[in-house]
């Protein structure tokens, strides 16, 4: 079987060091790059070929969502796996809608990330079994369901604003919060929704009527 080579895209050092460590240790896989953000990320998929990206959520500057929207649309054929603290009820089948091949929580066993990586640069998907039934439910009635009906009341709020063509920083003192409170709640709005920056936002606000 041919070598996976693995890109990952997390910006905690050590937890990089951690899966370079595992992954390394693979006959059959090998890590031929780190990205601590998105555009270190694209950058190393210019410069050499890889089979599959191990990716976070949580990136600096652009999201990992985000980041996954560019990879699918540069490399629709590279498999993607999520590897993220953030629960798979509230991301997985975000992520999974956006072009995620796989979507797998940090805190599972190194021997199902293994497993997680080989099943995806093979071409499969992977998810657990709690995430497929929540895929099995999203796919049956509870297909039409609005996105953002997983939202909290302040990301709503948020989302509404920047469907109403807000900056971050009007937004900002609007609610009365900070510009970094507002940038993580849009974050979340992001991810949660599986859309990948603020001019799909607005299209979602607008089709949905969620701005006046």
Known sequence: MPEIRVL???????????????????????????????????????????????????????????????????????????????????????????????????????????????????GGKFVTAGLAEQLARSAGADVQRPRHEVLSERELEVLRLIGSGLAVSQIAEQMALSVKTVSTYRRRVLDKMG???NAQLMHYAVKHQLVE
Do not use: W
Request: proline share 5%.
């Open 8 to 122: 990952i895209a997390d910006d905690h050092a050590v937890l990089r060091s951690g899966l370079r460590l595992l992954i390394n240790t693979q006959p059959d896989m090998k890590v031929v790059g780190e990205a601590g953000d998105a555009a270190q990320a694209l950058a190393l998929l210019r410069e050499g070929p890889c089979d599959t990206v191990v990716l976070d959520l949580d990136l600096p500057g652009r999201g990992g969502m985000e980041l996954l929207h560019h990879i699918k649309q540069g490399y629709p054929n590279l498999p993607v796996l999520i590897l993220s603290f953030h629960a798979e009820d509230a991301y997985g089948v975000p992520a999974l809608q956006a072009g995620a091949d796989g979507y797998l929580m940090k805190d599972s066993g190194t021997g199902l990330l293994v497993h997680a990586i080989e099943k995806v640069a093979a």
């Open 195 to 197: 859309l990948g920056n």
